[in-house]
């Protein structure tokens, strides 16, 4: 017990009285950004940031046990960190949230204090499993339907069909960061 005492930081974010149900705001622990929540009568934490692009879940809404992202609408259960809805492709951090004395604490792990998003555990092709789903194109919506069939633990086999050279990846999110920065689009080909 003393170990993980020591992993984890603890500290004290605002007093119970400081957030009314149905709110948020932005606290930092261990120089962390994190979004305390109270809802439905109890706290929670997870991370602040949007896993799309970065936005500040603070600015965001917040509707029973989600938060919707202010810039592109993603979707977190504040109480769980899961993605509820896209576009964001990962899930939040959590964190330990203990009330005391009136005032709210929050913890978290010293090991995982940069981190910023959280995948959701996978599962894998079941052998005997004979049912295959066929996804046609290596874009996000691809992406995002094989790694939602894994998280939820589909056990058949699933192929992507594309005319891509790479793996799937967001490229929504490559094109328009790339020229916000002026970085090329498309990369010159040899």
């Known amino acids: 017990m003393a170990s993980q005492e020591q992993e984890e930081v603890t500290e004290q974010v605002c ?3 400081d957030l009314q149900d149905g709110q948020m705001k932005e606290v930092e ?3 962390q ?4 929540v ?21 600015k965001g809404a917040l509707s029973g046990n989600r938060v919707r992202c202010p810039w592109h609408g993603a ?15 990962d899930s939040l951090p959590c964190h330990k949230v203990k009330i005391k004395d009136n005032k709210v604490f929050v913890t978290i792990n010293k090991k995982t204090v940069q981190v910023t998003k959280r ?30 069939l894994r998280q939820e633990h589909y056990g058949g086999r699933i ?21 916000a920065v002026g970085v090329p689009v498309i990369p010159p080909q040899t």
């Open 33 to 36: 950004k994190v979004l305390l």
């Open 75 to 89: 979707c977190f259960n504040v109480k769980s960190g899961d993605l509820e809805e896209f576009p964001g492709l």
């Open 38 to 58: 109270r809802s439905e009568g109890t706290y929670s934490a997870v991370g602040n940031l949007c896993t799309h692009y970065g936005a500040p879940l603070s």
């Open 119 to 148: 995948v959701k555990r996978m599962g894998c092709r079941e052998t005997g499993q004979t049912h295959t789903i066929l996804l046609l194109g290596g874009g996000p919506a691809s992406l995002l339907c094989a790694e939602t």
């Open 159 to 179: 192929i992507m069909v594309t005319k891509d050279d790479l793996l799937p990846y967001d490229k929504t999110k490559l094109s328009k960061v790339g020229v």
């Open 29 to 31: 622990v261990g120089k």
């Open 15 to 17: 007093l119970e009285s």
